[in-house]
T-cell receptor
Framework: RKEVEQDPGPFNVPEGATVAFNCTYS??????FFWYRQDCRKEPKLLMS???SGNEDGRFTAQLNRASQYISLLIRDSKLSDSATYLC??????????????FGKGTKLSVIP | NAGVTQTPKFRVLKTGQSMTLLCAQD?????MYWYRQDPGMGLRLIHY???????AKGEVPDGYNVSRLKKQNFLLGLESAAPSQTSVYFC?????????????FGPGTRLTVL
């Protein structure tokens, strides 16, 4: 089974802190990488895609290291509204498996006042 | 646009009963998926469909059947429910553009099997 591993947390951080989440994946042929956010008792929603060159969206920065099969998410200046579970997601290899996603179990973040 | 909707939102079944979960999307997406999410297990793919009239097995298909008679609908059936099928079920849909595959999820169905 193709695996995506994450630290389950929880990460409890004060408002304004910087927090980093890490993720490793086992399928070296994976082509696409994502971070999804899931609020309590809600559905997952795409937070951002992760590109080889790294990418940033406001306070969020995602990095990919293909050689180490490692993905990271950095959240700067944490807000109370960032409290959620963050899911590391990887697609399959090429062909029939490429549109299937493998989800990590998620890392729970609680931002405290 | 309603996006992805799921019916029902909650359901309690007795062991051995059957039921069908309905997923509908209004985004004209080709691909649709059914997942289950259990505590400590993450999301696991049950079945998926790459187009109207086609379905395929995912990671945990046993005890479930699916049908995709219309492009916008994807049905998940439990023929004889078991307590191990107590879970939150999410439907998702997506298009495919190159290697990008953002999946849009419905709000989920919380199923309890007694």
């Amino acid at each position: 089974r193709k695996e995506v591993e994450q630290d389950p947390g929880p990460f409890n951080v004060p408002e304004g802190a910087t927090v980093a989440f890490n993720c490793t994946y086992s399928n070296s042929a994976s082509q696409s990488f994502f971070w999804y956010r899931q609020d309590c008792r809600k559905e997952p929603k795409l937070l951002m895609s992760v590109y080889s060159s790294g990418n940033e969206d406001g306070r969020f920065t995602a990095q990919l290291n293909r050689a180490s099969q490692y993905i990271s998410l950095l959240i700067r200046d944490s807000k109370l509204s960032d409290s959620a579970t963050y899911l590391c997601v990887v697609n399959g290899d090429s062909g029939a498996g490429s549109y299937q996603l493998t989800f990590g179990k998620g890392t729970k973040l609680s931002v405290i006042p | 646009n309603a996006g992805v909707t799921q019916t029902p939102k909650f359901r309690v079944l007795k062991t051995g009963q059957s039921m069908t979960l309905l997923c509908a999307q209004d985004m004209n997406h080709e691909y649709m998926y059914w997942y289950r999410q259990d505590p400590g297990m993450g999301l696991r793919l049950i079945h998926y469909s790459v187009g109207e009239g086609t379905t395929a097995k995912g990671e945990v298909p046993d005890g479930y059947n699916v049908s995709r008679l219309k492009k916008q609908n994807f049905l998940l059936g439990l023929e004889s429910a078991a307590p191990s099928q107590t879970s939150v079920y999410f439907c998702a849909s997506s298009i495919r553009t190159g290697n990008v595959n953002e999946q849009f999820f419905g709000p989920g169905t919380r199923l309890t099997v007694l």
